[in-house]
């Protein structure tokens, strides 16, 4: 079993940074990717940023390429994705997910694992 608990959401104005960690405990796969997702009121958890199954090579989605990077620390077994240059529509509850993701990493029904999530609001 592998819990995430994802922190770092919160209130920040169109153009501000915020930072997302998710840390994992219990039995943790390598061999699983790791990913944030969001989702907005009304819309399906869509992908965000992850790591790829058995690596390190990351992938973005087009939407926050070059204004949010994931990074890890595998000694803390935490995720994190820091944020910049955020527009009001980054406004959603981002969850962090392991799992297999065998078809594609931009699914979320390749994972199997899920935080509660952290909510992030970005203003106008």
């Known amino acids: 079993q592998v819990q995430l608990v994802e922190s770092g959401g919160g209130l920040v104005q169109a153009g501000g940074s915020l930072r997302l960690s998710c840390a994992a405990s219990?039995?943790?796969?390598?061999?699983?990717?790791m990913s944030w997702f969001r989702q907005a009121p009304g819309k399906e958890r869509e992908f965000v940023a992850g790591?790829?199954?058995?690596?390190?090579?990351?992938s973005y989605a087009d939407s926050v390429k070059g204004r949010f990077t994931i990074s890890r620390d595998n000694a803390k077994k935490t995720v994190y994705l820091q944020m910049n240059s955020l527009k009001p529509e980054d406004t959603a509850v981002y969850y962090c997910?392991?799992?297999?993701?065998?078809?594609?990493?931009?699914?979320?029904?390749?994972?199997?694992?899920w935080g509660q999530g952290t909510r992030v609001t970005v203003s106008s």
């Open positions: 997910g392991t799992g297999p993701a065998l078809a594609t990493m931009r699914e979320a029904s390749g994972y199997i694992y």
């Open positions: 219990g039995r943790t796969f390598s061999s699983y990717a």
């Open positions: 790591f790829r199954r058995r690596g390190d090579m990351t």
